[in-house]
């Protein structure tokens, strides 16, 4: 058995290999059905703008992950998020992958924030230290002293 490496993705041959992992690996655990254009054109995307990893055992794809630095609404705070991460099982290219992304988290000084679609959890590496200082209130018990339940539609 070879040992994994891993390397960045760069070219459209990389881009054509994500994407046939990605549709024969990912669409049992999505939502919806693939669109071959988009999702083609999404990878292509992270790997020319963004960052997309590549677990290779021998010249075999074995497990791949994209990066992106997404915007949102609440202002200049940065953060990085997979676009996606899958990896065939029993192998350890999901750890290798991760510990890469770690990495890249780390001396960038960013989260990094992984939703795995497999397990559906959601997982935050390399947290900032503020969140260890302010909890949200969505995390607060909801049997609070004085909390009425919704009514239910009967």
């Known amino acids: 058995m070879t040992d994994l490496t891993l390397r960045y993705a760069s070219s459209d041959e ?28 999404e990878v292509w995307r992270v790997v020319n703008h963004e960052c997309a990893l590549m677990a290779m055992q021998g010249n075999i794809l074995v497990g791949t992950m994209g990066i992106i630095q997404p915007k949102y609404w609440w202002g200049n705070g940065h953060f ?32 990094l ?4 679609e497999t397990k559906q959890r ?17 995390l607060r018990p909801a049997q609070q002293p004085n909390h009425t339940p919704p009514q239910t539609i009967q």
């Not at 997979?82 to 989260?111: D, Q």
């Not at 924030?113 to 795995?116: A, M, Q, T, W």
């Not at 959601?122 to 969505?138: A, C, G, L, Q």
């Open 14 to 41: 990389d881009v054509v290999a994500i994407h046939g992992f990605l549709c024969t690996l990912a669409l049992p655990v999505l939502p919806a059905p693939i669109d071959p254009k988009e999702s083609a054109t």
């Open 80 to 111: 990085l998020v997979n676009r996606w991460l899958h990896a065939l099982p029993g192998l350890g290219a999901g750890a290798l992958l991760l510990r890469e992304a770690t990495s890249i988290a780390k001396t960038n000084e960013l989260e």
């Open 122 to 138: 959601y997982r935050i590496f390399n947290r900032h230290p503020r969140r260890d200082t302010v909890v949200p209130f969505i």
């Open 113 to 116: 924030h992984i939703f795995d």
